[in-house]
T-cell receptor, first 113, second 113 residues
Framework: GDSVTQMEGPVTLSEEAFLTINCTYT??????LFWYVQYPGEGLQLLLK?????DKGSNKGFEATYRKETTSFHLEKGSVQVSDSAVYFCALLNTGTASKLTFGTGTRLQVTL | KAGVTQTPRYLIKTRGQQVTLSCSPISGHRSVSWYQQTPGQGLQFLFE???????NKGNFPGRFSGRQFSNSRSEMNVSTLELGDSALYLC????????????FGSGTRLTVV
């Protein structure tokens, strides 16, 4: 079945540091890939998405490129802020099971001054 | 534009009781999905409804059920509650579900004692 593997957290960075959160997936066919963010006490917010190989999703300074050859969708940001502290989830949507998002376990990011 | 509204935000129930959670999707969205979030299992898909029909179902026991009304509002019901049902239940809506552009609500925190 489909699965998503994320690097374990927590990830602790100083403000303005470079961020990478690794995400790899296993799926048949050509899934769409997503990054969601969850702030304390809230639901999930869609951060960015990519629907086909080599697509780059970007939003609020975050970027991720759909790499089919390495089945990866790593999240990056050049300069993190304290306000980026949250839990980040990588997810996939497979056309074969459309409407069901498969999530990774989440990576907690803490940014300090 | 109003977001996805889930009620109630918090709920405490006793083992053996049943509970009903409500979700009002974004206006115009016809797909509503439900997810269970726990520290141990992460985010797990419960089911998805589209135009009052259940299109997809996750691997949960029959105690978990749902429905969708003609105005797209959805409810999920859990009967004979167990301690392990304690979780954050998230509802998400989408216009079509095909592209995975889901908007999540803030969730209902269910505690079973």
């Amino acid at each position: 079945g489909d699965s998503v593997t994320q690097m374990e957290g927590p990830v602790t960075l100083s403000e303005e540091a470079f961020l990478t959160i690794n995400c790899t997936y296993t799926a048949t066919g050509y899934p769409s890939l997503f990054w969601y963010v969850q702030y304390p006490g809230e639901g999930l917010q869609l951060l960015l998405k990519a629907t086909k190989a080599d697509d780059k999703g970007s939003n609020k300074g975050f970027e991720a490129t759909y790499r089919k050859e390495t089945t990866s969708f790593h999240l990056e940001k050049g300069s993190v802020q304290v306000s980026d502290s949250a839990v980040y989830f990588c997810a996939l949507l497979n056309t074969g099971t459309a409407s069901k998002l498969t999530f990774g376990t989440g990576t907690r990011l803490q940014v300090t001054l | 534009k109003a977001g996805v509204t889930q009620t109630p935000r918090y709920l405490i129930k006793t083992r053996g009781q049943q509970v009903t959670l409500s979700c009002s999707p974004i206006s115009g969205h016809r797909s509503v999905s439900w997810y269970q979030q726990t520290p141990g299992q992460g985010l797990q898909f419960l089911f998805e409804y589209f135009s009052e029909t259940q299109r997809n179902k996750g691997n949960f026991p029959g105690r978990f059920s749902g429905r969708q009304f003609s105005n797209s509002r959805s409810e999920m019901n859990v009967s004979t509650l167990e301690l392990g049902d304690s979780a954050l239940y998230l509802c998400a809506s989408s216009a079509t579900a095909a592209t995975g552009g889901y908007t999540f609500g803030s969730g209902t925190r269910l505690t079973v004692v």
